[in-house]
């Protein structure tokens, strides 16, 4: 008996006619639709990060302290970044899950079959992941003057323009870890072996400047650190010292613009890629 192709055979030639916006922004709301349509998932997404930041910020409370700054007075504060990250990462990643969904749904193939690109494809889902992973991200930030945050226009600004360079990164990299699975099993797997160090060694937890050797370099080379980095440079500009920041703002935000770009551009070689398992 044939099994099904991991990833479906690309049309040779799409129809210009199908386009590329009309298609990616029916996807796009598709995606909206159905997360929004699924409350216990958005109060998950909130409520599972704000719980850690409460229950482990407040265990460590000022045994992690970094000066009399204001912002910094003790663990609470300085985790505020890397659970923003959390959030963003949990929905950018697990919204692509729906890619696993749609194709053992028979929806997928239905939309590979249609006279539309693949780039609106891979457009649509990663832009549907991205606006659900910003907003949620960004509905935290009302949490932000219990840690003495205050924004400034254009530091809400350089706020909202990282969270969504990070929300588009990730989302880009759930579909390409997605895309050749047809389990949620699997997806899961690999969340848990490869995605949540990635989160643990972006800084979220312990300050760069204080890891040990080898992590140093492992937290250098991983991209999330310059989006946690961005952000706490922006929401505590006057951080003492001891925490100074390794990397300019300009530097992380152009870190993270290099990551999205390479990440969609990951998930749009995999969409296209022309695969097919042999029939059994």
């Known amino acids: 008996m044939a099994t099904q192709s991991a990833t479906f055979p690309a049309n040779a030639t799409a129809p210009s006619s199908g386009g ?14 159905r997360f929004y349509r ?12 704000l719980l850690f ?19 910094q007075q003790n663990y609470l504060d300085y985790f505020y970044p890397g659970v923003l990250v959390m959030i963003i990462l949990f929905t950018a990643i697990f919204t692509m899950m729906s890619v696993i969904e749609d194709r053992n749904e028979g929806f997928l193939l239905s939309v590979l079959v249609a006279p539309v690109p693949r780039a609106a ?20 930030l009302v949490f932000s003057p219990l840690v003495g945050i205050h924004l400034t226009l254009a530091s809400f600004g350089l706020i909202v323009l990282t969270v969504v360079l990070v929300s588009f990164a990730l989302t880009a990299l759930g579909f390409a870890i997605a895309w050749p699975m047809d389990s949620t099993q699997a997806f899961h797997a690999i969340i ?21 050797g080898w992590i140093r370099w492992l937290m ?11 952000l706490r440079t922006l929401m505590y500009p006057e951080a003492p ?28 070689v995999l969409a296209n890629r022309r695969t097919t398992k042999p029939a059994a």
């Open 53 to 71: 930041w409460v229950v482990l910020g407040s265990g460590f409370g000022t045994s992690f302290r970094s000066g009399q700054a204001a912002g």
């Open 20 to 33: 590329v916006l009309l298609p990616a922004f029916t996807l796009w709301w598709r995606e909206v639709v």
């Open 38 to 49: 699924q409350r216990a998932r958005v109060v998950g997404v909130i409520a599972s990060p």
């Open 220 to 230: 250098y080379a991983n991209p999330l650190t310059y989006g946690v980095e961005a």
């Open 192 to 212: 848990n072996l490869f995605l949540i160090p990635l989160w643990l060694l972006s800084g979220a937890l312990f300050p760069l400047s204080k890891a040990s």
């Open 121 to 140: 494809i891979v457009l649509g889902k990663v832009l549907g992941g991205t606006t659900l992973a910003a907003a949620q991200g960004l509905i935290f």
């Open 241 to 268: 010292s001891s925490f100074s920041f390794d990397f300019s703002l300009t530097a992380s935000i152009l870190t993270l613009v290099l990551f999205a770009l390479f990440m969609f551009g990951l998930a749009f």
